[in-house]
């Protein structure tokens, strides 16, 4: 099992884009730049999480795309547009307080992320699964921590 998970973590890396080398700008800059976040970093905004995203860290954010966004329902994210406690929960659940780069999430079961709850990781096919969203990115390095591009939302239980 080891082995796939050092065969996945390579696969990882040698597919990343030129973008994904350690940076000078944090989380929040490294996504603003991307321009695949702003649904993302508009929602930190409003959750009042852009500025603590920004701190020291390390961080680990699993980052869903602006396509990931657009497939949560209208009335789902009305709501949590409506409720900025329950939004900040949602966001929160994407981040974890340490730095892991995906040759250390292959290795996991599981994260603890800043809103309390865990979250899942599983290799499949080649493929890393943060619960049941795939890692399409991995590795986006940020002066704070790291990015995993991921393909949905990850809404705690």
């Given at each position: 099992m080891k082995f796939i998970a050092i065969l996945a973590a390579a696969a990882f890396l040698a597919a990343l884009p030129a973008s994904a080398v350690a940076q000078d700008r944090d989380i929040v800059q490294t996504a603003n730049?991307?321009?695949?976040?702003?649904t993302l970093t508009k929602l930190l905004k409003r959750a009042g999480l852009?500025?603590?995203?920004?701190?020291?860290?390390?961080?680990?954010?699993?980052a869903?795309?602006?396509?990931?966004?657009?497939?949560?329902?209208?009335?789902?994210l009305d709501a949590l547009l409506a409720d900025k406690?329950?939004?900040?929960?949602?966001?929160?659940?994407?981040?974890?307080a340490k730095k892991l780069p995906a040759?250390?999430?292959?290795?996991?079961?599981?994260?603890?992320?800043?809103?309390?709850?865990?979250?899942?990781?599983?290799?499949k096919h080649g493929?890393?699964?943060?619960?049941?969203?795939?890692?399409?990115?991995?590795?986006?390095?940020?002066?704070?921590?790291?990015?995993?591009?991921?393909n949905r939302v990850l809404l705690p239980r």
């Open positions: 730049a991307a321009g695949q976040f702003t852009k500025k603590a995203l920004k701190q020291p860290g390390p961080y680990t954010v699993f869903p795309t602006d396509a990931a966004f657009a497939k949560v329902p209208k009335k789902k406690a329950k939004l900040k929960a949602v966001l929160l659940y994407h981040v974890v040759a250390k999430v292959v290795e996991r079961k599981s994260a603890r992320t800043l809103n309390g709850k865990k979250v899942r990781f599983r290799v493929n890393v699964y943060v619960n049941k969203a795939k890692v399409t990115t991995a590795d986006v390095m940020a002066s704070n921590g790291v990015i995993h591009v991921i």
